[in-house]
Every structure is written in C-alpha cells, then in structure tokens.
C-alpha cells in the first residue's frame, strides 16, 4: 500500500500548482481521501477531503475557493489544484486515506505520502 505525492515546487504569489497523489496497493474511491499541509514550525492542518461515497468536498477556510480537490478513479490518483498561492500556503503537502466515507482529522487517517514541498515566494 502506498501514496506518492508529487507536483510540488517553487511559485510566485498569485501561481498555481497541481499537486498529485497516486495510489498502489489499494483502491482510492473505496477510501476518503484528503490532503494536509505542515508549515515550518506549525503543527500539521488538513487542507481538504473529499469523501468516498458521493465526491463531497471539504476544504478549510484558509484554502476555500482558491484550492480545488478531485480524484480520477481510472487512475487511481487524488489531486489538488491550488490557484492563487500565497506565500502562507508554503508548506509541505501530504496526501492520506482512511477508511472512512469521509474523514477530516489526522488520527482517522489509515496511509500517507511522504509529502512534497511547495514553497510560494517572490
């Protein structure tokens, strides 16, 4: 069972990145599905899930409306989109399942990526 996280990079204010998380071992829609941040210093925040059963869609309010989460059954791959990026958006972003339909804090969460980086400076 793994995530792999990738797409993360260094972006101007006001950029976009797409992060992507693909999954092995297992099936992604049997899972909620969701991605955190850990800012340096911070603890680590969820970011956004999307559940198993019906595609909801969750996002904390520091993130809504510029950060768009989705998942691609086919490929078995989570994805999110961030537009707008400031520079309080730099963290290292980590992609996880739990065996929920949906699931929002750290603990009920069953597998992580080893996070990727996305740094938002001028």
């Known amino acids: 069972v793994q995530l792999q996280a990738s797409g993360g990079g260094l972006v101007q204010p006001g950029g976009s990145l797409r992060l992507s998380c693909a999954a092995s071992?297992?099936?992604?829609?049997?899972?909620?599905i969701g991605w955190f941040r850990q800012a340096p210093g911070k603890e680590r925040e969820g970011v956004s899930c999307?559940?198993?059963?019906?595609?909801?869609?969750y996002y904390a309010d520091s993130v809504k409306g510029r950060f768009t989460i989705s998942r691609d059954n086919a490929k078995n791959t989570l994805y999110l989109q961030m537009n707008s990026l400031k520079p309080e958006d730099t963290a290292v972003y980590y992609c996880a399942a739990a065996h929920y339909d949906s699931a929002w804090y750290e603990h009920e969460y069953d597998y992580w990526g080893q996070g990727t980086l996305v740094t938002v400076s001028s």
């Open positions: 999307i559940s198993s059963s019906d595609g909801s869609t």
């Open positions: 071992g297992f099936t992604l829609d049997d899972y909620a």
